[in-house]
């Protein structure tokens, strides 16, 4: 009887060893939840935040560049075209009350040829030489770079050139304006 006690408890623990053993049945499938989002592009222009142009004499003139202005154009568009703009404020110096003051019309800008392109399409400076500088306003935006064509995304830079046409009856002191360029 012993033995026949033993047997059955060794085959009951065989059993449940077994039943234990079992793998889990598998799903034939099964779903997850997936979730991505696409941003809307953007159309943007970034510039140096300070420039020193030099200094000069009334009568004369200061040439000086004004770094590296950036569109950076991220709207994967089919017509990828954009148009850069620039207007600059008055200059004044704070040495005397009130201030003296250049005009935005005294002061010349060229862009010059791009420094760097990426995409496709045409980029076109809006003064490629120093002969076609034309004078900035504070009204009137004068086009700095154009894209034209192109599809997807693209930034152009260049490094314009300002030429301050000190006026004769300038006098000594550190003039400050600011010049801002626009993209649309």
């Known amino acids: 009887m012993r033995t ?21 049945a598998a799903a034939p499938s ?8 696409v941003l809307a592009g953007t ?8 420039a020193d142009l030099g200094s000069g004499a009334p009568g004369g003139t200061i040439t000086g560049q004004l770094g ?19 207007t ?5 110096t704070g040495t005397s009350s009130p201030p003296e003051t250049v005009d935005p019309e005294e002061i010349d800008y060229w862009s010059g040829a791009a420094t760097a392109t990426t995409g496709t399409g045409t980029f076109t400076p809006g003064q ?10 504070s009204v009137t935006p004068l086009t700095a770079f154009t894209h034209s064509g192109g599809t997807g995304g693209n930034t152009a830079t260049w490094n314009p050139t300002l030429v301050v046409n000190v006026p004769l009856d300038s006098i ?3 003039y400050t ?3 801002t360029h626009s993209v649309a």
């Open 68 to 86: 590296s202005v950036t569109v950076d154009d991220s709207r994967a568009a089919d017509d990828a075209s954009w148009t850069a703009t620039v």
């Open 4 to 24: 026949a006690k033993t047997c059955l408890a060794a085959a009951a623990a065989a059993a449940m060893v077994g039943f234990l053993a079992t793998p889990a």
């Open 88 to 92: 600059a404020t008055v200059f004044q």
């Open 177 to 179: 304006g600011t010049v």
């Open 30 to 37: 099964d779903t997850t939840d997936t979730t991505f989002e």
């Open 128 to 137: 490629a030489t120093a002969g076609d500088a034309a004078p900035l306003s």
């Open 43 to 50: 159309l943007d222009v970034v510039t140096p935040p300070t």
């Open 172 to 174: 000594a002191g550190t």
